[in-house]
């Protein structure tokens, strides 16, 4: 019985499970506000050229360990290389990098559970008000901050202790195909507005004078984390996947989901941006409080706004089941103990570790890591040092570990592609993939 719990029913639960893994603050948040300080249509080009091949091949990579070994993060690198165990540390590497980014995604989504609260009660949008003050007292009223970050832990630890059918997939099935509702209402909002025209040229029109090594560096960064590769959290997303389910298929949808909900945010925010002459490149607060002043100057703007918060919770929610599963099921894994008491313990201890993080804009503000926030300064660790550095770990041990025949069995097995699609793959993987992470590595090191 506990078996058929932690698999997927089908492809559509997986593939909705690993969209929502990648479809998160990547895309909503920071897709935008990064190319709107990275020279807008020729970021986005940039970034979908990188998802294609850098991400695609990264993807594939940690569904062939997971189905492959059909365990979870740690004991799957145990399993396939089992005269070589010390390659089990990539997946302590992702347990120890998502318990990291828990503990600031957490908080960002305790914002937006005040936000949306606020939102549905009609309190964010005041015609004689300031949106960044708003936010200002958000993230820097302790109490406030703490008050979100225990709501989002709860309704993770709720979700991910009714198991992998029960929780996670159910929860999938519900939260994504609204979210996609949600952002095309939004989308046809955003494009009929006066001067919207401005917006969607800035974000679709590729001019690469604005484009400088940074921004081809921030491209491939963003790859990696709207795609929620690189900490193996889709190692044991996969492991639960039945044998019959195409790969290839599987992250071919992952990838045009997540690419085209990056263009869903932008067409979202650009067009409402340029309409009422905002700054694109406003940075992390962009949609906390550039937008409520936007959509403050729309009809039914508090209704519109409320939908958008809703759909960046949901979107916040489905990514942290992904960070949350990889811990428990290791736990689980190693100890041999309920899922629900592992998951209420660890909702305890990152709610604990996430607490310096939610106070570094109050009672924490003084304090500082190597010149950054707290806040800032885990961030960095997380996404500039160990999200890079477990891709390339994954890609070398795919590349250069497991066997030829292994990974051509397990990629092309349940699919109609043939010997040329693994010989793409392969080449990536083994040649391309890692020279690029190294790059973008040596660079992060140059310049800190």
Avoid: H
């Avoid at 492959?68 to 399993?79: D, L, N, P, S």
């Avoid at 609260?117 to 008000?129: H, M, W």
């Avoid at 949901?314 to 942290?320: G, H, N, Q, V, W």
């Amino acid at each position: 019985m506990e078996k058929s719990k932690n698999q997927w029913s089908g492809k559509i639960g997986f593939i909705l499970a690993s969209a929502g893994a990648a479809i998160g603050l990547g895309a909503i948040w920071k897709m935008p506000y990064v190319a709107g300080q990275s020279g807008g249509g020729a970021f986005f080009l940039i970034f979908v050229a990188f998802t294609l091949l850098i991400g695609l091949p990264m993807l594939l990579a940690e569904y062939i360990i997971g189905r492959g070994a059909q365990k979870e993060a740690v004991t799957a690198y145990k399993i396939l290389m089992p005269s070589q165990q010390a390659w089990a540390w990539i997946g302590r590497l992702g347990i120890v990098g998502c318990f990291l980014l828990l503990s600031f995604y957490s908080v960002v989504g305790g914002w937006i559970f005040v936000y949306s609260g606020l939102s549905v009660a009609g309190s964010v949008i005041d015609p004689a008000g300031n949106p960044g003050e708003l936010f200002g007292q958000i993230t820097g009223t302790p109490w406030i901050a703490l008050v979100g970050l225990a709501l989002f832990t709860i309704a993770n630890v709720i979700v991910i202790a009714l198991g992998v059918q029960n929780g996670i997939e159910k929860a999938n099935k519900f939260m994504m195909p609204l979210l996609f509702i949600m952002f095309f209402i939004l989308v046809i909002r955003a494009v009929t507005l006066d001067g919207a025209m401005e917006g969607i040229t800035f974000f679709l029109y590729p001019d690469f004078s604005n484009i400088t090594g940074e921004s081809i560096l921030y491209a491939m960064g963003q790859s990696f984390f709207a795609l929620a590769v690189g900490f193996s959290c889709l190692v044991t997303y996969s492991s639960y996947l039945k044998k019959d389910v195409s790969l290839p298929n599987s992250a071919g949808s992952v990838v045009g989901l997540s690419i085209f909900v990056s263009l869903l945010a932008g067409l979202a925010i650009f067009p409402v941006v340029f309409a009422f002459d905002l700054e694109a490149a406003e940075g992390p607060p962009l949609l906390f409080m550039v937008l409520p002043a936007a959509f403050s100057q729309m009809p039914f703007g508090e209704v519109f706004l409320a939908m958008f918060l809703i759909l960046f919770l949901f979107a916040t929610l489905t990514s942290s089941f992904s960070l949350y599963e990889i811990i428990v099921a290791a736990f689980v894994e190693k100890l041999k103990i309920s899922r629900a008491k592992i998951t209420v313990i660890l909702g305890i201890l990152i709610f604990i570790v996430a607490i310096p993080s939610a106070l570094t804009y109050s009672t924490l503000a003084d304090v500082s890591i190597f010149g950054r926030s707290i806040f800032d300064a885990t961030d960095f660790l997380v996404s500039n040092v160990m999200l890079p550095l477990g891709n390339l770990c994954i890609a070398i041990f795919v590349g250069y570990v497991l066997k030829k025949s292994f990974i051509k069995q397990e990629l092309l097995q349940g699919s109609k592609m043939g010997e040329g699609y693994f010989n793409v793959f392969y080449t990536l993987i083994k040649f391309i993939v890692p020279i690029v992470i190294v790059i973008v590595l040596a660079n992060m090191i140059i310049r800190y």
